[in-house]
């Protein structure tokens, strides 16, 4: 990684008060839903933000959550608080993903596909890692909004696109130019923020979780799936189905019910 990107991250702000709040209630083995539940009713802001990302039509439920509770209770403390870290970290950058060739919305989609192929796919069948996936799911592209500023201040734009366009992947592009990739970046990102190492882990190794310690394997397997079924642009298209699906094979996950939530992500 450059000293430039380092510095970058270095130079991030401490997240709010809340984030801290939520993260000292969620890795505290004695709290309870009433706990969550009372630090984000403290946060009107945040509460709608959680609200419209849980009444998506992507995850399926028929009736409308109107309470923060509700909204606990239904998809539980991990999944809400990667709700609720994805609305406080992107509020936190000013997000300007030109040289990638993508609008802001276009990204935002990017990590609400991802994270909703994570929740029908792995989560409704191990929620135990909930806590970890949900927030690296949503999280784990960040890194470009710091890689994307790197290649502006540089005056690099037209330089990254056409790497890009020469290259096998984006990261391989990334890491041609700045010596860092996507994943990396991010992981350094919430290293710097001291987030716990299962989730540090997660992110970074979700290209090569071949590298990844052997407690966070799977969970990085699962990263490396999901980003490679909803590529940069948010569509999943045939390409990416087929190389997602050749995934699945080779980490010996269950086929049908990868397929199964692909079809719902797709369609809604």
């Not at 992107?90 to 993508?102: D, V």
């Amino acid at each position: 990684m450059t000293d430039a990107m380092l510095k970058q991250i270095k130079q991030l702000p401490p997240l709010p008060e809340t984030a801290m709040q939520i993260e000292t209630v969620y890795q505290d083995p004695d709290s309870t839903f009433n706990d969550m539940v009372k630090i984000l009713e403290k946060d009107p802001l945040l509460t709608a933000d959680i609200l419209k990302a849980a009444n998506s039509p992507l995850y399926g439920f028929s009736r409308e959550i109107n309470a923060i509770s509700q909204a606990v209770g239904l998809f539980g403390m991990g999944t809400v608080r990667g709700f609720a870290l994805a609305s406080i970290v992107k509020k936190s950058f000013t997000l300007n993903l030109h040289p990638y060739g993508i609008s802001n919305s276009q990204f935002s989609n990017l990590s609400k596909y991802q994270h909703a192929l994570v929740t029908a796919w792995y989560l409704r069948k191990d929620p135990k890692l909930a806590g970890t996936l949900s927030p690296a799911a949503f999280l784990v592209e960040i890194g470009k909004v710091l890689i994307a500023q790197y290649f502006i201040s540089e005056d690099r734009v037209e330089e990254f696109k056409a790497k890009v366009a020469e290259s096998d992947t984006v990261e391989a592009a990334e890491r041609a130019m700045c010596d860092c990739d996507t994943p990396e970046v991010s992981a350094n990102i919430f290293e710097h923020w001291r987030f716990e190492p299962a989730l540090i882990d997660t992110i970074r190794y979700a290209s090569s979780p071949e590298k990844a310690p052997e407690e966070n394997a799977t969970a990085a397997k699962v990263m490396h799936v999901v980003r490679t079924a909803v590529p940069i642009n948010g569509i999943i298209d045939e390409a990416s189905e087929a190389a997602s699906k050749e995934l699945v094979t080779e980490y010996g996950f269950d086929m049908e019910g990868f397929e199964k939530a692909l079809n719902t992500i797709k369609e809604g």
